[in-house]
């Protein structure tokens, strides 16, 4: 299994608390994404990472912001939670020699806001 | 706004058929196509990437790739039940490093 944690594994929080949810890799790959999983919409693209302090935005990415100070690190911050946002995250990693390749996914941290 | 698209299923088969598994894609660029399953409460894992026309087999699996008709499939040979699972077709788009997966075809194999 490729080495991907993500931390915590489940969270309850109340509405307009910050969150902190945090993917941690082994395998020194340079690609980090982050995902929610809801049912009837599959996984959504929230934010990824193409290297050390390069972000980009994906199609869910309103509430949310990310960082990587470090290759193994991806930190994915909820600035004021909220109900819609009660989901399945999911961190992956992929590299290759010519860009990203197949996905690795991490355990899921399922949140709940209440 | 690009999208993967999959029937949801549930698609029923008898233990021993063929699954056949379907998804259409809407980036004509999108050059790598990738094949996941997800068990209930777990997190997908990898079954097959394809990048070329044609047919890619690996053992019971056999992933089928038409970029004229922006078709990918994922046949299961000898299904089994504990190839019950739902499988998800995901999509590197074209210049980006952006995936976009399907809402994925739930699989139930009959004992």
């Known amino acids: 299994d490729a080495g991907i944690t993500q931390s915590p594994r489940h969270k309850v929080t109340e509405t307009g608390t910050p969150v902190t949810l945090r993917c941690h890799q082994t395998e020194n790959h340079r690609y980090m994404y982050w995902y929610r999983q809801d049912p009837g919409h599959g996984l959504r693209l929230i934010h990824y990472?193409?290297?050390?302090?390069?972000?980009d935005k994906g199609e869910v990415s309103d509430g949310y912001s990310v960082s990587r100070s470090k290759t193994e690190d991806f930190l994915l911050t909820l600035e004021s939670a909220t109900s819609s946002q009660t989901s399945v995250y999911f961190c992956?990693?992929?590299?290759?020699?010519?860009?990203?390749?197949?996905?690795?996914f991490g355990p899921g941290t399922r949140l709940t806001v209440l | 706004q690009k999208e993967v698209e999959q029937n949801s299923g549930p698609l029923s088969v008898p233990e021993g058929a063929i699954a056949s598994l379907n998804c259409t894609y809407s980036?004509?660029?999108?050059?790598?196509f990738f094949w996941y399953r997800q068990y209930s409460g777990k997190s997908p894992e990898l079954i097959m990437f394809?990048?070329?026309?044609g047919d890619k087999e690996d053992g019971r699996f056999t992933a089928q790739l038409n970029k004229a008709s922006q078709y990918v499939s994922l046949l299961i040979r000898d299904s089994q039940p504990s190839d019950s699972a739902t499988y998800l077709c995901?999509?590197?788009?074209?210049?980006?490093?952006?995936?976009?997966f399907g809402t994925g075809t739930r699989l139930k194999v009959l004992a």
């Open positions: 995901a999509v590197l788009t074209s210049g980006t490093y952006k995936y976009i």
């Open positions: 990472s193409y290297g050390v302090k390069d972000t």
């Open positions: 992956a990693i992929s590299d290759s020699a010519g860009g990203p390749d197949e996905q690795f």
């Open positions: 980036d004509r660029g999108s050059q790598s």
């Open positions: 394809i990048y070329s026309n």
